[in-house]
């Protein structure tokens, strides 16, 4: 089965299918590793405003491109890219629901970034509990509207949080950003996503690097000699998910990204299909308030 790298969102924009996910890099190395995975052949690069690190990411991107405005930086990248080639990811922060705040949150987070439109926007968390999500979205779609962002959506939304969302909107979002791996499958979501439009977003796509150790990754990664990262992150393209693993060296970046040459059997599938527990590396959405 031959996948290609990207796939649509549901108003036709394009996204990679593995992206560099940003969270808990320390802001001063975001700009050094963006440079590494760009490097690597990584064009998509997923951070939020509560990450901390947004500036870095600009750096890193301004700098291997000629829309960064500087010196074009070093390396074989140096001036090749334009802003088309690169796609980012940024979320609003749990502190800056409601529409007016979620407008300044924006705006904030463009000027750490130093890009003119961003690809995405999502929503962070729902936080029903402060019932302001749906101001949040507002403030989204306007800004989907006046063109300053390609692509809006969701993360760590449940079932409910769709239904109640999507009785307001009038831009049903492009994703839906969430803990899901091998330990944590999310059908009940994936089918939604599905029948909605939806495209389903892994975060945590290695169960934080925990799932990397479950025997039966380990058997498969042993049958088709591949590293466990790489029977995950092909078990993700798979079920036609968007997957953004976190890693720090240059080896490991180009080692997730090595999945596009190999297949897994519907045996192996239904393998894996076995592994769920309902493991959470992160909050339970409905804990975060
Ligand atoms: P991941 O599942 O991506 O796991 C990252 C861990 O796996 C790191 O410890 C990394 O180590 C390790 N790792 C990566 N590649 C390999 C490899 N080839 N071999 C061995 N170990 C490896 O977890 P994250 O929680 O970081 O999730 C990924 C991204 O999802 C985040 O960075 C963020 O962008 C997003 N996210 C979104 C959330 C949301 O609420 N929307 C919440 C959490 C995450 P090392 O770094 O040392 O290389």
Redesign the pocket.
């Known amino acids: 089965m031959k996948i290609s790298p990207r796939l649509t969102l549901n108003n036709g924009v394009m996204i990679d299918r593995l992206g ?6 320390p802001p001063a190395e975001a700009a050094g590793l963006v440079t590494m995975a760009l490097e690597a052949g990584y064009r998509h690069f ?3 405003s509560m ?1 901390g690190n947004e500036t870095g990411v600009g750096k890193g991107i301004g700098a291997l491109s000629a829309f960064g405005g500087g010196a074009g930086g070093s390396g074989e990248l140096a001036g090749t890219l334009t802003r088309q080639d690169v796609f980012v990811t940024t ?1 609003v922060w749990n502190d800056d629901h409601g529409y007016d705040a979620t407008m300044r949150a924006f705006d904030t987070s463009m000027s750490n970034l130093g890009l003119d439109y961003l690809d995405l926007y ?1 929503i ?2 729902p936080c029903a509990k402060r019932g302001l999500f749906t101001g949040t979205y507002r403030a989204m779609e306007t800004l989907y509207r006046e063109g300053r962002v390609r692509a809006i959506g969701v ?2 939304f449940q079932p409910e949080h769709l239904d109640f969302l999507l009785e307001k909107a009038e831009v049903v979002p492009a994703v839906n ?3 899901l ?1 091998p330990w944590l499958q999310q059908e009940q979501l994936r089918e939604k996503h599905a029948a909605l439009g939806i495209r389903t977003e ?8 925990q ?2 150790a479950d025997p039966v990754i380990l058997a498969l990664a042993a049958e088709h000699e591949r ?4 029977i995950i992150l092909r078990w993700h393209l798979q079920l036609g998910q968007i997957a ?6 240059s080896a ?1 970046l180009r ?2 990204r090595g999945i596009f040459d190999f297949e897994l059997s519907a045996t192996d599938l239904a393998d894996i299909a076995g592994l769920e527990r309902g493991f959470r ?2 909050s339970h959405p409905d804990n975060v308030t």
């Open positions: 560099f996910g940003l969270y808990k890099v997923d951070t939020a990450y979320k999502l962070h968390w993360s760590n950003q969430i803990e791996h892994a975060w945590s796509p290695l169960g934080r690097g799932v990397l590293t466990p990262a790489q953004i693993p976190k890693a720090s060296s490991r080692e997730n590396t992160g």
